[in-house]
């Protein structure tokens, strides 16, 4: 512990690359201000694209490859998609490969999970993640449980997808997070994407994953804009499963977090960097299980302070586990201050806009955890 | 595309003229249909300036459902309805205003600014809500059926049964909810009505491409209880068809099942694009609006002149110009009572 106190006061630098322009163009929305905008690196690749595209181009490119693969759920054909998320699909496949199905979320759910039993590879939508609640039993009884239930024989290669999480002003029942839930389940694997680079890579990876996966998208992601580099563009790219992105390199507290809340977390950076000579690093968890507690580990060594944001419950939530895991590693001596949880108010989510607000992490919620994190060792 | 196949209008099973209505029991339905059509082009202008946000479903079209049913029930009767609820707790009795603060997510709320559109819940109404799920109320309205008789058979009390009147969509009925509750009810003879509105579409998807048999009053069958099919756009063939399932579960015969078939004049919701359904299909069913429909057997049977009905609407838009201002004037909830309502006590 000696060794690391002070580091923040230091003053040894430069402790990384000109911020502001890295960090606004890793933190989308598109940016209005021409000032901002002439700031940003010029982006390596081709395209700039939204995480609904992104999303859309990935089932796409699957179908394509793989004749296996269909799309099932309420709305996805003739609608397009509650979300717009499998636009035009129905046109391109036809409606064998895109399937619009009753309102019976249990039925169809273990249905698809029926016909992954048998060899086909579906792409399951819950129009929420709300609404899979009535279809749990299938993801973790039927999914989650039969390979090992079967002693390695009957594989389940089916990615239950859809958006997760609170949007604005929907209420308690549409509004709930279900990261720490499904993370809990051994026989799943549970990805939680950020940008349109991570929607693309790792839902490609979950398709071609023959395991059960539940891929937790965000409806405020959908519409936001990502410059990425060409290759992620390309037809065979992939994002490994269970490994986390150091968004931002820092020195001070490391920031880990998934979804959405990775962009806020990279404005809280900023802020921190601008106003306090903070320099934090943000981790994209980008899967929730497996969950890299390796990268988070190596970067706990570096900072010695860890802050965890999550907009899910607090109670036995993702933040909870990502203390437990780093207390079990060596990382732990390494740690001059206590662990930092910031999450979602323990509350169903309210309906009325202030009450909403405060039930959610925001910048200013961020920056307060890692400042006291870091003034927590002050001499 | 395919759009659905032309619906047979049922036609009244019920005579609609052999109803022997008072004047001010037709004014009654009138004056509720009104405040329910009245009530959800409010919230439509309101979401559009901003002071509504979230989903909102509106019920444009199906007003003779909720009239025609629910003024038949005593306040002690209990309603359940779904996502699209504002018109149901209209009628049940839930003052406009709180329902208005409600989706203005103030402190006045029914709600008290917690729940929204989807969420309206009253106690002293029994109203229980207000579900976000297909098919979620419908164990719900069945459990306080299932109270009911328990009141009577496991406390004793004497008193009329209490009836339950559960309302819910055509997508709904291929839910297995759905089914287990038939099942129940019937087999313990709980005296609740499962309503239809069968209005054709669920968002995007058209009733016939979700299922297998398109007439709902016929699964009811499967089940062992009633299955009526009526006119929804006809208040009083709706309220004739409640009349005999209301009279069915008070003297503990059991439930029935009301397939209203109706339309919805609006898309599903205020962000619903309203793409797949046809304009000729949306005009035929508007021409049969049921306030119009209703205005002029009031006026034709000479029970009341326009200027009485005018009389009414007036009234009724001046209420609603009230429950806006209530609303607008009303404080946000305390943010200090973020953790408020988590227990029973506190």
């Known amino acids: 512990m000696m060794a690391h106190v002070g580091r923040a006061l230091t003053g040894v630098a430069p402790r990384r690359a000109p911020l502001a322009a890295t960090v606004r163009s890793l933190a989308s929305p598109m940016p209005s201000s021409p000032l901002v905008a002439a700031a940003r690196p010029q982006a390596r690749g081709a395209a700039t694209i939204t995480c609904r595209e992104a999303l859309n181009s990935a089932i796409d490119e699957e179908m394509e490859r793989e004749d296996k693969v269909y799309v099932i759920g309420e709305e996805v054909a003739e609608y397009n998609g509650a979300y717009k998320v499998t636009k035009g699909l129905l046109a391109k496949y036809g409606d064998r490969r895109v399937v619009d199905t009753p309102i019976t979320e249990a039925g169809f759910a273990g249905l698809a999970t029926g016909s992954a039993f048998a060899g086909l590879r579906p792409v399951c939508e819950f129009m929420t993640f709300n609404f899979s609640m009535q279809a749990i039993d299938h993801i973790v009884n039927s999914a989650a449980k039969t390979l090992y239930m079967s002693g390695g024989k009957i594989k389940v290669p089916i990615v239950f997808r859809g958006p997760n999480g609170a949007a604005a002003g929907v209420g308690a029942q549409h509004s709930q997070d279900f990261s720490a839930w499904y993370g809990s389940v051994p026989g799943l694997k549970v990805i939680s994407p950020y940008d349109a680079e991570d929607c693309r890579g790792l839902l490609k990876a979950a398709i071609r994953d023959d395991n059960p996966v539940v891929f937790l998208e965000n409806e405020l992601m959908y519409n936001q804009s990502f410059d990425v580099a060409d290759e992620v563009m390309d037809k065979d790219f992939t994002l490994p499963i269970g490994k986390a992105k150091v968004m931002l390199e820092g020195s001070d507290v490391t920031i880990v977090t998934h979804s959405k809340q990775v962009g806020v977390a990279l404005q809280a950076a900023a802020e921190l960097e601008e106003k306090h000579e903070v320099f934090a690093e943000v981790i994209n968890l980008r899967s929730i299980r497996p969950l890299d507690t390796a990268t988070v580990c190596e970067s706990v060594k570096k900072t010695s302070r860890l802050v965890t944001v999550e907009e899910g419950w607090p109670a036995f939530g993702v933040g909870a586990e990502l203390c437990a895991s780093i207390f079990e590693t060596e990382a732990f001596n390494y740690l001059d201050a206590p662990v930092q949880r910031v999450t979602g108010a323990d509350v169903p989510t309210p309906y009325a806009e202030n009450l909403e607000k405060s039930a959610f992490p925001s910048q200013n919620d961020i920056v307060a955890a890692c400042l006291r994190a870091v003034d927590v060792s002050l001499p | ?346």
Request: some cysteine.
């Open chain 2, 1 to 346: 595309m395919s759009y659905p196949k032309k619906v047979q209008l049922p036609l009244t099973n019920y005579n609609s003229t052999g109803l022997n209505l008072n004047k001010s029991n037709l004014l009654v339905l009138y004056e509720d249909m009104l405040l329910g059509r009245n009530f959800e082009d409010m919230c439509a202008q309101m979401y559009y300036k901003g002071k509504m946000f979230g989903f909102v479903h509106l019920y444009n079209g199906q007003e003779a459902v909720s009239t025609g049913v629910i003024k038949l029930l005593n306040p002690t009767d209990y309603v359940c309805s779904t996502y699209r609820d504002h018109v149901h707790a209209l009628s049940k009795g839930v003052p406009s205003k709180n329902v208005m603060a409600e989706l203005f997510g103030k402190e006045t709320g029914c709600s008290k600014g917690r729940g929204g559109s989807m969420h309206i819940f009253s106690a002293p109404h029994n109203f229980l809500g207000g579900f976000a799920f297909i098919a979620e109320g419908i164990p719900v309205a069945t459990g306080a059926a299932f109270q009911s008789i328990y009141r009577q058979q496991v406390l004793k009390e004497t008193e009329d049964l209490r009836v339950t009147a559960c309302f819910f969509g055509d997508g709904t009925t291929n839910n297995g909810q759905f089914f287990e509750c038939l099942n129940m009810a019937v087999l313990w003879k709980l005296p609740i009505i499962f309503v239809v509105e069968n209005n054709q579409w669920a968002i995007g998807m058209a009733h016939h491409r979700s299922s297998s048999i398109p007439e709902i009053h016929k699964k009811a069958e499967a089940f062992g209880l009633p299955g009526i099919e009526v006119d929804g756009m006809d208040v009083l063939a709706v309220r004739q068809a409640a009349k005999q399932a209301v009279q069915r579960a008070r003297q503990g015969d059991g439930p029935t099942l009301i397939e209203a078939l109706t339309y919805r004049f609006r898309g599903h919701s205020l962000a619903d694009p309203d793409e797949l359904r046809s304009r000729q299909e949306k005009e035929a069913w508007v021409a049969r609006d049921p306030i119009k429909k209703l205005k002029k057997y009031i006026l034709d049977n000479e029970i009341a002149n326009i200027g009485e009905l005018n009389e009414i609407q007036n009234a009724v838009k001046t209420e609603l110009e009230q429950a806006v201002k209530f609303a607008i004037s009303s404080p946000e909830p305390n943010m200090s009572e973020l953790k408020r309502y988590l227990f029973a006590d506190n």
